[in-house]
C-alpha cells in the first residue's frame, strides 16, 4: 500500500507525531470503508490500535492503488 500525504496532514503530523504511517495502514486495513460525512469521494477508517487501545480515525482518499491520507487522530 503506498501512502500520499496531503498538505493538511503535513501540517498536523508534526502535532500528532505518535500517529505513525503504519498505524494509518494498519487502520486502513482493518477497518470497513465508510462514506465520509462530508465529502462524497473521502472515505473513512476507524480501529481500536493495539496494545495502546486507543481508536484511531483517518480520512482518505483511493486514486488507483495510492492512498491520499487528508488526516488522521484519536477519537478517545
Do not use: F
Request: contains cysteine; proline residues 1%.
Amino acid at each position: 500500500m503506498e501512502l500520499e500525504h496531503s498538505k493538511h496532514w503535513l501540517r498536523k503530523r508534526k502535532y500528532r507525531s505518535d500517529i505513525t504511517d503504519d498505524m494509518i495502514e494498519y487502520c486502513i486495513q482493518n477497518s470497513n470503508k465508510l462514506e465520509d460525512k462530508h465529502w462524497e469521494d473521502a472515505w473513512n477508517a476507524i480501529t481500536r490500535i493495539h496494545p495502546s487501545g486507543r481508536i484511531l480515525k483517518v480520512v482518505y482518499k483511493t486514486k488507483g492503488k495510492t492512498i491520499k491520507v487528508l488526516t488522521a487522530y484519536w477519537l478517545d
